[in-house]
């Protein structure tokens, strides 16, 4: 069995959810009977044991989330209060991560909970086989049109990915992109920020269709027919 120790594992929670709508952040509501945040922290626990965590979550949060845990038993990972932006959240975790202690990071959206373990572990592998960044990406199946002005003009689907978390990093390489590209926190995924390396390869890894981001209020519905087939 591989040892995880060296792995740290940074879950990003720290949105206000607008686009969902509703008072409640959507990574606090219940999915099939179990919290959406907490299920999606239990995934990585399960895959990686031995591996530490680190949820980011908002000042606003932090209140509501103990209480919550509190009230379900549940015993939370390590805490960090996030930013303005989410590249500014996943900064403040970084700088709580030793990377002489870390050798790899991977960093997630809080409200992808049906992320399996095969994923995570497939992102893991490709890190542990010598890629600098991993991430795990899908076909298009829809036509594309590039947006020019009013105009709009055909791409080839094949020359386009669609891209998911976890995300994998050397931790050196990962540190390094946040502390030296500033100006790109508002990137909303973290290899667009290793990206900025030069000569960096990001290297995708077969993702999963499941695998979606709580966004809309019928994200829910399609998430619990998902845990419902996988029954």
């Avoid at 991993?134 to 791409?155: H, N």
Wanted: hydrophobic share 40%.
């Amino acid at each position: 069995m591989e040892n995880n120790n060296k792995i740290s594992v940074v879950v990003v929670a720290a949105g206000s959810g607008r686009r969902y709508g509703g008072n409640l952040p959507k990574q606090f509501l219940p999915l099939d009977n179990k919290i959406i945040l907490c299920r999606t922290i239990d995934a990585f626990r399960e895959a990686l044991p031995g591996a530490n965590i680190l949820l980011v979550l908002s000042s606003n949060d932090l209140d509501f989330w103990e209480k919550l845990c509190s009230d379900n038993n549940y015993i939370s990972p390590q805490i960090v209060v996030g930013g303005d932006t989410r590249g500014a959240s996943v900064r403040n975790a970084l700088s709580n991560i030793d990377s002489n202690q870390t050798e790899y990071i991977l960093i997630h959206d809080g409200a992808r909970p049906l992320v399996n373990k095969e994923l995570i572990l497939r992102v893991v592998d490709r890190l542990r086989k010598g890629a600098k960044a991993v991430v795990p990406v899908l076909d298009l199946t829809d036509s594309i049109m590039e947006k020019f002005g009013t105009a709009l003009l055909p791409r080839n689907r094949s020359d386009y990915k669609l891209v998911q978390t976890p995300q994998g990093f050397n931790s050196f390489i990962i540190k390094f992109a946040y502390a030296n590209f500033i100006g790109n926190l508002t990137a909303t995924d973290d290899a667009t920020m290793a990206a900025k390396i030069p000569n960096l390869d990001v290297i995708g890894v077969e993702g999963d269709k499941h695998n979606i981001k709580i966004t809309h209020p019928g994200d829910i519905k399609l998430a619990e027919f998902y845990l419902e087939c996988s029954h």
